[in-house]
């Protein structure tokens, strides 16, 4: 997630790839079953690609596989079963492109690519580093694009970035490989607003309970309060003439300030009393509907006993 | 939409030790709730899988089910077994415990007490002993920044009065069960992979360590002041669930007025017949059979209306109204927050609203 987006030369629209966190959470799972002889494992991304080539990977299914010597089996039986089954409960999701644990492409990454070329335009290849190798870029997003082996030319090479290290190019070691796909990676962000809604902190961690009466009104607002304090402290430092203000800072300052509405004190005493007597009756009612549900459980076991 | 009836590979446990909580993986957690948001308001349900090991069951994975108009709209009833048989058995082959465990469904401001989910319940019971149902809100974690997801079983109770037959008067009496009884929450625990939680540690840093003070999606939703809607809904709903309570209760109460009517016709009947017989061995013929005529209109037996219902319509008004109770008690909260942010502290009435 940390990498900068690299301006992608042929490798067809794909811009950047948004990663739903079920997806990490899925080949993750998936790499703690794996089989005692396997070292990585690999899968099938689902998703959807928009308009202005930001794929959308939302789903995903661990494929079973076997690497030796260079030569890869997928089970593609079981994948297109999988594909089959995922595609009743949701017909918008398609085939994006595949997963692998790992740091970074691999040689035998070429066949497989080629593999998921067959099954969608423009796969992804989404890698997860499960050795923590670089704390920074544990989840990276790459695209590949065929290459004829002989037409491999030294402008190819010229052209790999930087310190990114953005590139790879896996033809070596492939036995029976006609063509090498150049891998390129391509920006990767990570959406977390559904994770943020159940709770990052129970989600992450090994043993939660879940919190379903949230008693976090209180957190959130001391969390509103050192923004506040934050933001004040700054205005400070720039109306003292410590920092140099930032017109930027200032004018999202003033959006925020115009946001809160104006109201004299007796027009808010208004609302807000016209507000705390709704939630008042409310929970009157909710408790009187309460009362008479038992009165009537009460009443009816007490009649019926007769 | 009688799933469980189709899952052959319910494990028998010993129904001794009773379930205390609900492990669920924070990859099943996910899961039900990308298909139940991105599915609404449509209501969908899937299977839950795992493990049942002493008092906590183990949900390690789930899958959705296809949307049941779809599949309806197909005409096969096996369409659906079969997909859950593919799916469970593509499932073992990626090493995934293909246990079923209960099944998941998304619910809409919490109404969830239905005649469906109680048959549900009893037909994946009869494979396995002890399933759970995981009932997901996505309203309520959008407009209350709550996290709406719980996990429900039958009560043992229950599961005896069912088994002993119909849902009688009498046998509620004798077991004296009450509506509060019939389904029962269970504790979830959110339970993660050691290498899981590693690489989402990892992952959300930055989300947690922006702006050093982590604010959250969850945290936008929980300070939004306007609740109306949601209360507006939620009233709307109980006030239907209470004609259905009044409507149910007036079944009850025609029943009873039935029979106390059919009583009082038998002892004018039996009266009747004792007189007649005393005549007739006064003139000394055979007397005349004083037991029950079924012909008899005044003894034929009427249906008892079944309780199930009403006692569902009051566990779903129950719910309402704890529902309507917590996002009151938290509205007026946040407008204390609000009053205090304002200035205007001094004008918040001294309410103690749990009370």
Redesign the interface.
Known sequence: MGAAFLPVHGAGKVASVRVHPVVVFNACDSYVRRQETQERVIGTLLGTVRHDGVVEVKNSYAVPHNEQNGQVYVDVEFHRAMIDLHLRVNPAEKIVGWYSTGDGVVPTDALIHEFYAHECHNPVHVTLDVTFADRDRLVRAWVGQSLALGSKDASKEAEKPDAEGGEASAAEGILNATTAIHFQEVALVNTFDAAERVGVASLAATNADVVTDGDDLGATAAKLRGMLEKASAYVDAVVAGKTKGDAEIGRRLADALSSVPGLTKSQFEKLFGESAQDALLVTYLSNVTKMQLMLAEKLQTASLLI | MVWGAANPVGKPTEAETPLRSV?????V???I???C??QAPTLVTGQLLGLDIGATLEV??C?????QD?AAAEGEEDDGAN?QL??MR?LR????DNNTVGWYQSTYLGSYYTEELIETFLAYQENIKRCVCVVYDPTK??SV??????ALRLTDRFLEIHRAGEFT?EK??DK?L??ADIVCEV??????????????????R???SE?????????A???AVSS?PF?EKS?EF?SEC?DDLAAE?QK?AHY?RFLSKQQSQQAQWLTKRKAENAQRRAQGLEPLPEEEDPSNPAHKPSAEPSRLEGFLI?NQ??E???Q???T????????T???GS?G?GD?V?A?D?KA
């Not at chain 2, 492990?23 to 990859?27: L, R």
Request: glycine share 4%; net charge neutral; proline share 4%.
């Open positions: 492990q669920i993986d924070g990859q957690v996910m899961k709730v990308k298909h948001s991105e390690t994975d899958f959705p089910f296809p949307n779809a997909y593919e799916m593509c082959e990626i090493n995934v974690s959008a920044g709550t996290f709406g997801l719980k008067f509620i009496a004296s009450s509506w504790p979830i625990r959110i339970a993660n992979s050691a290498l899981l939680s590693a690489m989402f540690g990892e992952l959300t930055s989300v947690a702006e050093k003070h982590g604010v959250t999606q969850s945290d939703d929980r300070l109306a209360l009233l109980l209470m209760q009850v009873q009051a008004v129950n309402y109204c704890t309507i109770q917590a009151a008690t938290a509205s007026l909260r946040k407008l927050l609000v009053a304002q205007c004008v009435p309410v609203s």
